[in-house]
């Protein structure tokens, strides 16, 4: 079976400060990875996609940057934090080729004083 | 780019009770999907709906979609306080799914 996973799970840094987030998945090749993020009582705003290795896609202009340098990991990283950047980012995946069903990981609440 | 509108914002109601949330959309879709998320959770996928697909149910949750309308529906019913979280449509957009803001749902035993 297919799991996904995020950490840390609450993160709390100082603005400025740099940041790298993981998340992997488990039990399937070649997914598509999503990056959201939600503000507290808000909905999910899609930040970044991959449909591959080296291959991202940006929604929004912002302080944040991913990679994706293995099949199933993809990384959130941002250089300087800003008080902004707060929030709760949920990682997600779903299979390659089909725009369907997408399976979260258990979310990382960051922070930023 | 915002998509689905959930409605109402938030909602309110009493164990057994069926609770009802729609959602509407802007463009064409293929798919519409509702997901579940419990405070401070991963959401979870309840059910999706295809476009040539009028209705469908999962246990306790029917959903209508009404393609000429540009809404959809999620239904509840008997519902527990377990039922107690934020519901989201979401809709395809090209590669990526576009959530909305979500109803919060509260249900008190």
């Known amino acids: 079976s297919q799991t996904i996973h995020q950490w840390p799970a609450t993160l709390v840094q100082p603005v400025g400060s740099p940041l790298s987030l993981e998340c992997t998945v488990e039990?399937?090749?070649?997914?598509?990875l999503y990056w959201y993020r939600q503000a507290a009582g808000r909905g999910l705003q899609l930040l970044f996609y991959?449909?591959?290795?080296?291959?991202i896609s940006s929604e929004v202009p912002q302080n944040l940057s991913a990679s994706r340098p293995q099949d199933r990991q993809f990384i959130l990283s941002s250089k300087k934090l800003l008080l902004s950047d707060s929030g709760f980012y949920l990682c997600?995946?779903?299979?390659?080729?089909?725009?369907?069903?997408?399976?979260f990981g258990p979310g990382t609440r960051l922070t930023v004083l | 780019s915002q998509q689905g509108e959930e409605d109402p914002q938030a909602l309110s109601i009493q164990e057994g009770e069926n609770a009802t949330m729609n959602c509407s959309y802007k463009?064409?879709?293929?798919?519409l999907q509702w997901y579940r998320q419990n405070s401070g959770r991963g959401l979870v996928h309840l059910i999706l709906?295809?476009?040539?697909?009028r209705e469908k149910h999962s246990g306790r949750l029917r959903v209508t979609l009404d393609t000429s309308k540009k809404s959809s529906s999620l239904l509840i019913t008997a519902s527990r306080a377990a039922d107690t979280a934020s519901y989201f449509c979401?809709?395809?957009?090209?590669?990526?799914?576009?959530f909305g803001k979500g109803t919060t749902l509260s249900v008190s035993s």
């Open positions: 997600a995946w779903e299979t390659s080729g089909v725009t369907d069903t997408q399976y």
């Open positions: 991959s449909v591959g290795i080296g291959q």
């Open positions: 709906i295809r476009s040539n697909e």
């Open positions: 039990g399937t090749s070649n997914p598509n």
């Open positions: 463009t064409s879709i293929n798919n």
């Open positions: 979401a809709t395809d957009e090209g590669t990526a799914l576009i």
